[in-house]
């Protein structure tokens, strides 16, 4: 009875003596190897399995009969240690396996089960999932970190805005913004506060534009950017002031080596014009060329793109 029931077991079942030969073989790893149990049994570990000497699993194997300690091989090392196929097809791809090994005693005489379980549904929905993960990720419009509009949002509010500039010849404005001595705070405080203060800082300036066209984005590391349609370079010359104070007024403490005691931004605006600065290429380097200014000028502070 017991034996049909080990050939009846879903899963793989070997049982090794303490020279690691073959002592038992299932049902199961016979439909799956292609090898009866008769051609096996007898056989030394490596001798029927020879790719496996100076692996992980002859190292386990060891472990289990000398020490006897059980063992659960990690997954990621080795998906398939077994030449086990789906059964029946003894060829293409091997199946994906979970090993436990269990080492026990019988008289005098130590043994090592071997167990192998085909995982290869599970792994494969795992692939799958992960795939559809990031498939989602790549195809969203919301930062991870901070929850407001990523980069790939904004290129295409951007786009679209200016169209709109074009056709009706309606204002558009840009800011991009850096926080100030970032790199000060990330050694001071680590990266996870660092990813923190990120979040304030993004809270705290998209809640200062109120206009629901308007678009602030995380531009990308500690950069942030907004895109303000219908509005004059005077205009967003005003609202990136509103930011900056507005920042600046949070006081969240900096680090000791940065340029301001307290956390604060540096803001490069500039606005579209027909002739110059009318494709997004052109005002996002204006934009830069702001922000590296007023970098150059001490940083806390506003600088607005001019010919
Ligand atoms: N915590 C955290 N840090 C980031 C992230 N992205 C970029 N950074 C860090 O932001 C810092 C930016 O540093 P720099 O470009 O050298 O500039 P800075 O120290 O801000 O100096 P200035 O811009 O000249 O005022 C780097 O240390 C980056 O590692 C992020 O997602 N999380």
Avoid at 81 to 92: H, I, M, R
Avoid at 187 to 194: A, E, K, N, P, V
């Amino acid at each position: 009875m017991y034996g049909r029931v080990l050939g009846l077991a879903n899963l793989g079942l070997m049982v090794l003596d303490s020279d690691q030969r073959i002592v038992f073989w299932n049902q199961w790893l016979a439909s799956r190897s292609g090898m009866a149990a008769s051609r096996v049994q007898g056989l030394l570990f490596l001798e029927a399995f020879p790719e496996l000497s100076g692996q992980r699993m002859e190292q386990a194997v060891h472990t289990a009969l000398a020490n006897n300690l059980p063992t659960v091989l990690p997954q990621n090392q080795n998906r398939s240690p077994f030449p086990l196929f789906a059964a029946g097809t003894w060829g293409g791809e091997r199946v994906e396996q979970a090993v436990t090994l269990t080492p026990f005693n019988e008289g005098k005489e130590r043994f090592c089960l071997v167990e192998v379980a085909d995982v290869s549904n599970t792994v494969g929905r795992e692939r799958l999932l992960r795939g559809q993960a990031e498939a989602l990720r790549a195809q969203s419009y919301v930062d991870g970190l901070t929850g407001i509009a990523n980069r790939r949002h904004f290129d295409v509010a951007l786009d679209r805005e200016l169209r709109r500039a074009h056709r009706q010849g309606a204002p558009l404005s840009l800011l991009l913004m850096d926080i100030d001595s970032f790199k000060a705070y990330n050694d001071h405080f680590g990266h996870q506060q660092g990813d923190a203060c990120l979040t304030l800082v993004a809270e705290a300036f998209a809640s200062r534009l109120q206009r629901p066209a308007d678009l602030a984005a995380r531009y990308g590391g500690e950069e942030f950017a907004a895109v303000l349609p219908d509005t004059s370079a005077e205009q967003a010359a005003q609202h990136a002031e509103v930011i900056r104070a507005y920042v600046e007024s949070l006081k969240m403490a900096h680090a000791p080596k940065a340029v301001h005691s307290h956390v604060t931004l540096s803001i490069g605006v500039a606005s579209f014009d027909k002739e110059r600065l009318n494709d997004a290429k052109a005002l996002l380097e204006a934009a830069d060329r702001a922000l590296y200014t007023a970098k150059r000028e001490g940083r806390n502070c506003v600088i607005v793109a001019r010919d």
